[in-house]
């Protein structure tokens, strides 16, 4: 006991010796004393520990009395010990590691005793500068031979084809399970006392026991007549006890008609068309463009779509930017029916660099290192039918230096023309609309209105500073801006303002009802839009008590579109507009005030939005008076479809070759025949026939 009072008086000393001298700026080690049960422990020596020498020495415990700590130890390796020291961020990284590693303390003769440690040892570590010590770090080693890993490790069988535990019925370790007759303990005398009355099921080592449907399970057990004709021929390893955990390989069918080849060549358009959505082909692959993936990336090689209009930006960085494959837009060329496209290139001299840079210093000079970047790329595809027939391409390039920071702004557009568009309003479709189009509208009084708008907010998402883009065919759309108001706002004047923000929205008075209608000839295909519930400025609305709330705003403009398909030219479904309707809703607006109302501008939310509502070509058939009463046999109710009893055999199953439905069809016909014949009653009904006398 004294032995070990002395020791305990000595850590603590150690102990109070570091917590005191951060307090006078000297070197310490965090923490003063380590517990090491692993083979490498790691501690901080802190507090000036500029040109201070780290040492590592093992200390010799006699009778439980720790030597005096001295500082005249080895500095990096001792014995089986090895010891680093890191720089860290005001402090040094002090590792200690045990060299001979755990093969030793695994080998050693104490490693069958589990609970007495193989290796123990007390070492010290000391700071020292100019032979004077400065800090200790005092070190008790106990490893124990359940830290170690042997090679000799339990093999752990594969779950895809062998349960975990093969022996449920195993519960005492190293010894015999009565009744276990899988139980590896048990000796083969000790096992004949049993061998009757084993456990049996998964629980006596059963853990795989073949399934009902295999047909293996026919020649050991009793089964039906039938089954020879529906068992499944199958192995041992594809059994459905392993659930989740089996894994099989699928056979690819041989059938040719049902063959997937993936071509890794690209698909030469020079003898076939482009239909819309497909990606544009050049001789050396797909042509691209830096594009705006799910995730908000700029995709630097992104496939062009035939007929998709393409208007995205990309921030990059200046420091990481490279030009894409160093592409020359000179030498691409365009694969199309009838040969190939090369394409016309202009290039410009960007003006205002700082609508495109941001850098948190000033702009560097081009000087004698300087480099071309591209600001924003123009794509014009003149198409016509399923070619194309043209390509321009407008390039605008500013010249920095090749050491500029900051990031830039990019922008790249692809819009698709028809070949004969000239200066005339771009067509939608010919004569349908194409999917992502805008949607065709005119004024009759001659403004220059050619389609219906939306707001595009930015910045803020005031009303004053968002921008306009044209409403899309088939995309439903839901979009809108905040209006300042004031708290003594009129109620009249805001009403008339909000309603002609919405007014901006639809100037149009028709809209076309194909995507190729002619702005000069309004009888060619050109629906009126039909305004519903527009509210008049002028009429009398109630007014509010207090200032802050106006009751009647027209805040919500709601924007019907129907389409129908009107057929397909080439196979390719051509869709016209029915009928275009407008719709405001108003709300009350009131002023929002917190502990106090103070005169500053509120927000007031307009919304405007787009609904397509597709009209069938033919009515949907009204359901039977026998679907109605019995929905037990209706397929689309149930799980159970009488009326798909012969699928297979119909024209609609497309898993196998119709002739080989056929044949398995009039087979499987056959053996229920033949079953049918052979059964008692036609035994019988024969007997009779054969046995009855023949009357004369």
Not at 320 to 345: A, C, M, Q, S, W
Not at 666 to 679: H, R
Request: charged content about 20%; some cysteine.
């Amino acid at each position: 006991m004294g032995s070990l009072s002395l020791l305990g008086l000595l850590w603590g000393f150690l102990l109070l010796q570091d917590v005191l001298k951060p307090l006078r700026g000297d070197p310490v080690f965090i923490p003063s004393f380590i517990r090491m049960s692993s083979p490498e422990v790691s501690a901080s020596l802190v507090g000036g520990s500029e040109d201070v020498t780290v040492s590592l020495i093992p200390l010799q415990v006699e009778k439980g009395v720790l030597p005096v700590p001295t500082c005249g130890g080895l500095i990096n390796e001792t014995g089986d010990w090895n010891m680093t020291v890191s720089p860290g961020v005001n402090a040094l990284e002090v590792t200690v590691r045990w060299k001979r590693g755990l093969d030793w303390c695994s080998s050693n003769e104490t490693a069958s005793f589990l609970e007495l440690p193989c290796l123990v040892q007390t070492l010290l570590v000391s700071a020292s500068h100019n032979a004077s010590c400065l800090a200790h770090l005092l070190i008790q080693l106990n490893l124990f031979c359940r830290m170690c890993f042997s090679d000799n490790m339990t093999v752990i069988p594969n779950q895809v084809y062998q349960p975990l535990g093969p022996c449920p019925c195993d519960l005492t370790a190293k010894a015999c399970d009565i009744r276990c007759c899988c139980d590896q303990d048990c000796q083969p005398e000790v096992k004949e006392l049993f061998q009757q009355s084993c456990f049996s099921g998964v629980f006596g080592g059963d853990v795989n026991p073949p399934f009902d449907q295999r047909c293996a399970v026919g020649t050991t057990h009793e089964t039906p007549d039938w089954f020879p004709f529906l068992c499944v021929q199958s192995p041992p390893s594809t059994s459905p006890f392993l659930g989740y955990f089996y894994h099989g390989a699928i056979s690819p069918r041989r059938d040719p008609a049902f063959e997937a080849h993936l071509h890794l060549d690209l698909r030469d358009f020079a003898d076939a068309g482009y239909k819309q959505g497909d990606p544009i082909m050049t001789t050396m692959g797909y042509f691209t463009v830096p594009q705006v993936s799910l995730a908000g990336q700029c995709l630097q090689d992104a496939p062009v779509a035939f007929l998709r209009n393409i208007d995205i930006k990309c921030t990059i960085s200046l420091e990481v930017h490279r030009e894409r494959d160093g592409t020359v837009l000179e030498n691409v060329k365009i694969r199309t029916v009838g040969g190939l496209v090369i394409p016309r290139v202009s290039y410009e001299q960007a003006a205002d660099l700082d609508k495109w840079i941001s850098s948190p210093d000033t702009l560097v000079n081009s000087g004698p290192a300087s480099r071309n970047v591209s600001i924003e790329e123009d794509y014009v595809f003149r198409w016509q039918n399923n070619s194309i027939s043209g390509l321009d391409i407008t390039v605008i390039r500013a010249e920095i230096s090749a050491h500029q920071k900051g990031t830039m702004a990019q922008r790249f557009t692809v819009k698709f023309l028809s070949h004969d568009s000239g200066d005339k309003k771009e067509s939608s479709g010919n004569p349908g609309y194409q999917l992502g189009k805008p949607v065709r509208a005119l004024h009759t009084d001659g403004m220059n209105v050619t389609a219906l708008h939306l707001w595009q907010p930015a910045g803020r998402g005031l009303c004053t500073s968002a921008a306009l883009r044209p409403i899309l065919f088939g995309e439903n759309v839901l979009a809108g801006c905040l209006l300042e108001v004031g708290i003594n706002e009129n109620c009249t004047q805001l009403r008339e303002n909000v309603l002609q923000r919405l007014d901006l929205l639809i100037q149009a008075t028709h809209v076309a009802r194909r995507g190729n209608s002619d702005y000069s000839d309004l009888s060619d295909g050109w629906l009126e839009i039909i305004r519903v519930d527009v509210p008049e400025t002028g009429a009398d609305l109630p007014l509010s008590s207090a200032n802050g709330i106006c009751p009647e705003v027209p805040a919500q403009l709601t924007i019907r579109i129907l389409i129908a398909e009107a057929g397909s030219v080439e196979g390719v479904a051509q869709h016209e507009i029915l009928g275009v309707e407008t719709r405001v809703s108003t709300v009350t607006w009131q002023y929002q005030c917190g502990l106090t109302c103070e005169d500053t501008a509120a927000l007031l939310p307009l919304s405007a939005s787009v609904q397509f509502f597709k009209i069938p070509a033919q009515m949907p058939r009204p359901p039977t008076r026998f679907q109605i009463n019995f929905t037990e046999y209706d397929c689309t109710r149930n799980e159970l479809c009488w009326p798909q009893l012969l699928y297979p055999l119909t024209q609609y199953y497309q898993g196998e070759p119709r002739s080989q439905c056929v044949a398995k069809g009039l087979m499987l016909l056959s053996l229920l025949l033949s079953a049918t014949l052979i059964s008692h009653p036609w035994m019988r009904l024969c007997r009779g026939w054969c046995s009855a006398p023949i009357p004369r």
